[in-house]
């Protein structure tokens, strides 16, 4: 007999076959007893019929538990109504191992337990619900896509360091580590600056990878440790990295809609809201922007925002609900971004950057930019910014040896799969979260 996975019983109406799971759930009603067993590809409902089994079988179900390991047998019967399509026709079940104690995480719906904060304690067991096999599905399915993406436009793949001895976002979330005689090096926050190395060395690159901030911000954006996706590229301007991140949207989007749809029901996601994202995605200014807040404040929201400042989640929200789509803004003061942005030649106030915003309040989901080419400019930024100038003296050589444009960006992962689920927090997104105040299990 065929040992199958439920995400292939397709392939087997009428057959007898082998699934071998967990008791994900149960119910009874007279003669007629169902089990819910899932093997990680899916979920499978197994009909037992008292007349069609031996008593010793039928008489199974009384003993069985939540989670319980189990070889079940039988026939595959197409089936609308039961998830995944189809059912089985049991005609043979073996309790493979009991569960040792009552299961932690209730089965009716745990995403509505009012204590997360248990949910998240036996984070190694919530991963085997309904809502997070599907969101983990989907972020492997936006993983799969941006490795497709880069792949298609022949992007090589770039691997930046880990430890690294000098900052890239700023000083302040810096996770330092003790190194050897080197004494102290730092989590890598972007590896954006061994990018730029790569660029030069092999035209278009990419990396995707954890890094890390020591950010104290508790909000439903925030992890210490997060994946990022950073593609670099020679010759590029502010212009054609945001084509670039714009395609790249669209077409992670696109893979969720074609790949796990299911998964995306099962979360109740508004699939009408992924599907508006087409290109083009609009493109403002900071200024504009700016503006947008202004004209809501004058309609009597509560906006503390002022000219000159960064935009926090909430004003981000305000300006991303004017659109249906991801919103690019370009242009941000120089004075509240990193030293290694372009000024714009049309206002040395500005950078050529973009941010690129989320739908329905998720927020930034890209940060990128041009990169200042000039040695002299690059150097003077450094030292006004008081950085340790002899860590950045091989990033200087790239400005020394051949200098050209480029521009890149950083996909945020965890954002980003955030809100192609619909999630409520990014900590729901990836196997095991690492905020502030977790770091087990
Ligand atoms: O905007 P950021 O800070 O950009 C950079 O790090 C650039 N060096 C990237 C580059 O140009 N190569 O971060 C990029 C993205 C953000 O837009 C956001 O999606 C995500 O990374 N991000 C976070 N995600 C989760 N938790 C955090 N604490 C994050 N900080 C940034
Ligand atoms: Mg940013």
Redesign the pocket.
Known sequence: MERVWIEDLGKFVGEEVEVRGWLFNKRSSGKVRFLIVRDGTGFLQVVMIKNDLAPEIFNLYDRLTYEDAVIVRGVVKREKRAPGGYELLLTDLKIHSKSLDTYPIPKVRPENVPDVGKLFKFRHLWIRSRKQWSILRIRDEVERAIHDFFGSRKFVRFDPPIFTPAS??GTTTLFPVPYFEEGEVYLT??G?LY?EAGAMALGKVYSFGP?F?A?K?RTR????E?W?V?P?VAWATLDDIMDLAEDLIVYIVERVLENRRMELEILNRDISRLEAVKKPFPRITYDDAARILLEEKEKGRDIDFTYGEDFGSDEETVISERYDRPVMITRYPRKIKPFYMKPDPEDPTKVLCV?VIAPEGYG??????QREDDYEELLRRIREEGLPEEEYSWYLDLRKYGSVPHS?????V??TVAWVSGASH?REVIPFARTPERVRP
């Open positions: 890239v976002e926050q972007s954006q990018l890094t901030r950010e911000s954006r925030h992890l210490t997060f990022m950073e670099e941010d930034e989901i890209i940060g990128g930019s890149g960006f950083g996909l945020g965890e954002r990014v």
